[in-house]
């Protein structure tokens, strides 16, 4: 495999879809087949065009399969040469806007602690990944008051 081909981030495993999103975007974007897999550049009827199309189809197929790791690819089982709904159903499968998840989150949020020997920097890019997360994980509609009832919960349980 040559160094253009070989991943430089971390393959997406259960809990880490917000980072690796990010990544393979860009990575998306640096092989020229971001639009595609975001339905930004729909499938064109042109047939001059179709080929070049198909193509960049196939390579961002092949691109997302190899970046997952094998306990993701039971959800894209049939998908394997449709790059949108890959893309589109490691979303879903992923950003789960549940209270359960929301739990996880805030949980994760809760229990950073600094490290033996990190820095302050360090620390604080944790805590922004982690709001981050949880930013993803609320619903389009949240108040402050869901929040306050999430908090409550928490306090519950």
């Known amino acids: 495999?040559?160094?253009?081909?070989?991943?430089?981030?971390p393959k997406l495993a259960d809990s880490n879809y917000s980072e690796w999103a990010g990544n393979f975007s860009a990575?998306?974007?640096?092989?020229?087949?971001y639009r595609l897999i975001t339905q930004k550049e729909p499938k064109p009827e042109d047939t001059a065009?179709?080929?070049?199309?198909?193509?960049?189809a196939e390579l961002a197929s092949g691109e997302l399969y190899v970046a997952i790791e094998d306990n993701q690819k039971v959800h894209i089982k049939g998908l394997e040469d449709d790059p949108v709904m890959?893309?589109?159903k490691l979303m879903q499968i992923n950003v789960q806007k549940r209270p359960a998840t929301?739990?996880?989150a805030y949980s994760a949020l809760f229990n950073i602690k600094k490290e033996e020997g990190e820095s302050l920097p360090a620390i604080i890019t944790r805590v922004d990944k982690?709001?981050?997360d949880i930013k993803a994980?609320?619903?389009d509609k949240s108040t402050l008051d869901d929040l306050y009832h999430d908090l409550g919960s928490m306090a519950l349980i």
């Open 130 to 132: 982690a709001l981050q």
């Open 102 to 104: 929301r739990f996880n």
């Open 27 to 33: 990575y998306a974007k640096r092989k020229g087949f």
């Open 1 to 9: 495999m040559s160094d253009d081909s070989k991943l430089l981030f």
């Open 86 to 88: 890959i893309w589109s």
């Open 137 to 139: 994980l609320a619903s």
């Open 49 to 56: 065009k179709l080929a070049d199309w198909e193509r960049r």
